[in-house]
């Protein structure tokens, strides 16, 4: 069994065919669904969709959003995170250094949901774009009790040696499948075994091949295989591998 350890199926993209995309993930072996929310308007949404039991969800305020995030949404979401306490993380949240015009305003939110994670013993869900080493800084000033996932990572094998040492665990997605992503690539195969999870980051990136297109869980298998090629394994010990992170990580039962 494979952990889609990132996807948005929240996102209107899947409003008409929802149930078909969760179908086809099964039918590739993908089935259990990690959920992270984006801005306080969907945490409904998101929230709905973990009454299933092959989801699990995360609450949280991503930077790329933050034109839609309002004064308030940070105490919203501690409380939030009371009120249901069976959401597995805080996020996703995090840095993305492309904005520079909210960059310090992004610093901030990011360091509130760091001091709600840490206060309730929960994992954050890190959106990380060209800010590795200054977010891994930040979380050494934090010292997290439970860690967490640096999504979509596609840094250096020093910089996944960096957030490991901090408790950390990056998430693999389709960019390890594009051949010129060599300094990522060097990173998967210098990961311990314990060091990553796999994901979708559905409905966005697609994995080579299928640029243009929507992406879905059901890909996790495709970058299974790439990650095993990479780190010369089989499938199966990815998969094994992989799914018993995601489980340590959010605290899935099984785990």
């Known amino acids: 069994m494979l952990i889609d350890a990132h996807c948005h199926l929240d996102f209107p ?18 089935a259990r669904f990690v959920v992270p929310a984006t801005i306080r308007a969907r945490w409904g949404e998101v929230l709905a969709l973990g009454r299933r039991d092959d989801v699990d969800v995360c609450l949280g305020l991503h930077p790329y959003f933050m034109d839609e995030h309002a004064a308030g949404d940070v105490e919203a979401l501690g409380q939030a995170l009371d009120d249901h306490p069976w959401a597995v993380a805080v996020g996703e949240c995090g840095i993305d250094a492309r904005f520079t015009e909210t960059l310090e305003a992004q610093w901030r939110l990011f360091d ?57 665990r990056v998430g693999l997605g389709g960019a390890v499948t594009f051949d010129r992503a060599r300094r990522l690539r060097r990173a998967v195969e210098s990961l311990p075994d314990d060091g990553y999870v796999l994901e979708s980051d559905s409905p966005d990136m697609p994995l080579a091949g299928h640029r243009g297109e929507r992406n879905e869980p059901a890909r996790v298998a495709e970058v299974c295989r790439a990650v095993a ?21 959010f605290g899935l039962d099984g785990g």
């Open 112 to 168: 509130a949901q760091l001091r709600l994670a840490r206060s309730r013993r929960l994992p954050v869900v890190i959106h990380c774009v060209r800010a590795n080493d200054q977010v891994a800084k930040r979380l050494r000033q934090f010292d997290l009790p439970s860690g967490g996932l640096i999504h979509a990572f596609a840094g250096s094998p020093e910089q996944a040696r960096k957030f490991l040492d901090l408790g950390f």
């Open 13 to 30: 993209d899947f409003a008409a065919d929802r149930e078909a995309v969760i179908a086809r993930a099964r039918a590739a072996g993908v």
């Open 229 to 249: 090629r990479l780190r010369g394994q089989t499938v199966e010990r990815v998969a094994e591998d992989s799914t018993a992170t995601a489980r340590r990580l």
